[in-house]
């Protein structure tokens, strides 16, 4: 079949589809589980699924049992799955990935779909934005057995609109083994000295749309030879991950081609020359907002010359660092990481040499949210301290879920008093790190937490999230996310939007009003680090830092190698400029839990 594809979120989607079909049939609650089981191992796979499934290895993965196994291989087979297309009828595609994305339930979107004769999601968004739609809906009182109310109709323009945001863009996470293996072909051709990932996913964004790279050849080192140059860009496509070469940009110094790549999103490569390397890769960094007003301090300086920044010779002789620096150097700038080029004032800074110092991977001394298979995690627990070891932490809480939370296999009393017993064990047994009994206790309802306060005043650390019945209005919801940080047991508030990408808009929310309260309340907000969550974003990130909150950078892990992504965390930290006295999880563990008491006392 085509190989045009981005199997695993492809794929992944599909499965989580399905499983979401399924949980709508409430009896049938077992496949919906294991559904989401493999949609996340799938999801999660460190690689091509697909090459996974063509080695033979595919049935070994957790949670690919017979049935499932069965439904993948003829995904692959055929592209298509049958089961599926025989739920989801005549529908498009985009319209049962918008299912899940608006949490409105598969029947009232099949009927909206009907009642506005949509073709498209283009559609549904011109719809929904046109004036009466309100009063169209509404009207149709036999939409359903209770009508759509406002609430609902408010988020489905929220999540037609988060679907709008996000289409083309492809997770960071998710692309970087697909960037190594291309970073290793680089290496083997002979002419090229130097490749080097530029744009968007050196500014690490979340979310990209492309890739962009920024090559130098060995026969550019003296001078740019133009003729070799395009030579190369057109041997490019021989690469293995190039499909075609669909546009050549060339420009005195460099040359540019953008290739469609086998994963589904395009690649732009710029072949430049020792002496243009600096300014290539600035320019590629981007964003075009930040290099706009470096350009107005270039020209303050007399060194714009209408097109380009222009480098004083003295300058150059910073080049060898390979960077950029010997740019923002010559113009007197502080040096700008990749992560702050957004135009948020990081100009204003460096010029006063007052940038923050961004918060670094090593500063990270624990993740404070991994689930483990006592909940719905599939990860081998010497496994986990192995590895946590390897990312050198002190601590590790293992933070399973509380009883409401059916599909997240959460834990009843009994089976909580037995972890409890478990952990201790544990505790006891492990000399490299220090284990935590943690929770990610469901907010069930304003002022309702999932477990009474006689487990909860036993937990090491307490993590309040939601992940029901969120569809209620935004004052509730609200209330609800503020009772949780106002209870003295919850330290902080995990994945505080629910958004997951390409699956979930962000829950109706009044974030201000939260992250005031959390700072009030002395408590953290999470920067969740899994790669389609990534929740908060640096915008709200950057708030909770501008209101004196604090946020704990954890992966909610389920499989080992999510521990991995709390890089991913870091990078949404830095680009928000948090530093490392921003994070709590960068503290000792006695500072930790001294925090925790502290906060603990904090009560309105
Ligand atoms: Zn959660
Ligand atoms: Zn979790």
């Known amino acids: 079949m085509d190989k045009n594809q981005i199997y695993n979120l492809k794929l992944a989607t599909t499965l989580a589809n399905l499983a979401e079909i399924y949980k709508q049939k409430s009896e049938d609650t077992k496949a919906a589980i294991d559904l989401n089981v493999a949609a996340r191992t799938v999801r999660d796979y460190p690689g091509n699924i697909f090459d996974a499934y063509n080695r033979g290895f595919l049935a070994s993965l957790p949670g690919i049992d017979e049935t499932v196994y069965e439904i993948i291989e003829e995904f692959f087979e055929t592209g298509r799955i049958k089961l599926y297309d025989g739920i989801r009828g005549q529908y498009p595609d985009e319209l049962i990935k918008f299912i899940r994305i608006s949490g409105l339930g598969k029947k009232r979107m099949f009927k909206l779909y ?77 002419e090229v000295k130097r490749a080097v990932v530029t744009g968007s996913m050196r500014r690490k964004k979340s979310f990209v749309r492309d890739i962009d790279i920024l090559l130098l ?117 502080q040096y700008i990481p990749p992560e702050l080029r957004e135009n948020n004032n990081e100009i204003e800074l460096a010029l006063n040499k007052r940038l923050p110092e961004l918060i670094k991977l090593e500063d990270i001394k624990g993740d404070l949210h991994v689930h483990s298979l006592w909940s719905d995690g599939i ?29 997240g296999k959460g834990l009843n009393e009994e089976r909580i008093i037995e972890k409890f017993e478990y952990i201790k064990y544990l505790k006891a047994k492990t000399k490299v790190l220090k284990i935590l009994m943690g929770v990610e206790v469901d907010i069930k309802s304003v002022g309702k937490l999932d477990y009474g306060e006689h487990i909860l005043e036993q937990m090491d650390i307490v993590l309040g999230s939601m992940h029901s019945n969120y569809t209620n209005s935004c004052e509730e919801n609200t209330a609800r996310v503020i009772s949780a940080i106002e209870n003295s047991f919850v330290s902080i508030i995990a994945h505080p939007t629910g958004v997951v990408f390409g699956a979930r808009a962000p829950y109706l929310l009044d974030m201000e009003k939260i ?66 006295e921003d994070v709590i999880n960068t503290m000792s563990l006695d500072e930790l839990m001294d925090w925790k008491q502290k906060t603990a006392r904090n009560k309105k």
């Open 515 to 580: 992250i005031e309260a959390a700072a009030a309340h002395g408590k953290a907000l999470e920067i969740n680090s899994y790669f389609v969550r990534l929740d908060l974003d640096e915008n709200y990130s950057r708030k909770v830092k501008e209101s004196g909150g604090k946020i704990a950078i954890n992966t909610d892990s389920h499989r080992l190698n999510n521990l991995d992504m709390i890089k991913l965390g870091v990078d949404v930290a830095r680009r928000a400029g948090l530093e490392k």
């Open 114 to 190: 009907e009642l506005l004769d949509l073709k498209s999601m283009s559609d549904l968004r011109q719809k929904v934005h046109e004036t009466g739609i309100y009063k169209l809906i509404l009207e149709q009182t036999s939409f359903d057995k209770e009508p759509i109310n406002e609430i609902q109709i408010k988020r489905l323009i929220d999540s037609v609109d988060y679907y709008y945001c996000i289409e083309g863009l492809t997770p960071r996470g998710f692309l970087d083994f697909f960037v190594e293996s291309v970073m290793n072909e680089f290496g083997r051709i002979k």
């Open 379 to 407: 990860i081998d627990f010497i496994e986990m301290v192995t590895k946590a070891k390897v990312l050198g932490y002190e601590y590790l809480a293992i933070s399973d879920h509380s009883i409401s939370n059916l599909y």
């Open 217 to 333: 050849p060995e026969f550019n080192i003296d001078k740019y030879d133009s003729k070799k140059s395009e030579l190369l860009l057109k041997k490019l496509c021989n690469l293995s991950f190039v499909n075609e070469l669909t546009a050549i940009n060339s420009k005195p110094g460099n040359i540019s081609g953008r290739f469609k790549t086998n994963l589904g999103l395009d690649m732009e490569i710029i072949i430049t020359y020792a002496k243009g390397w600096p300014l290539d890769l600035f320019y590629s960094t981007g964003s075009k907002e930040h290099v706009k007003r470096v350009e107005e301090i270039a020209m303050q300086r007399g060194l714009f010359n209408g097109i380009s920044i222009q480098l004083k010779p003295e300058a150059m002789a910073g080049l060898e660092d390979n960077s950029d620096a010997l740019i923002y150097k010559m113009l007197d700038l």
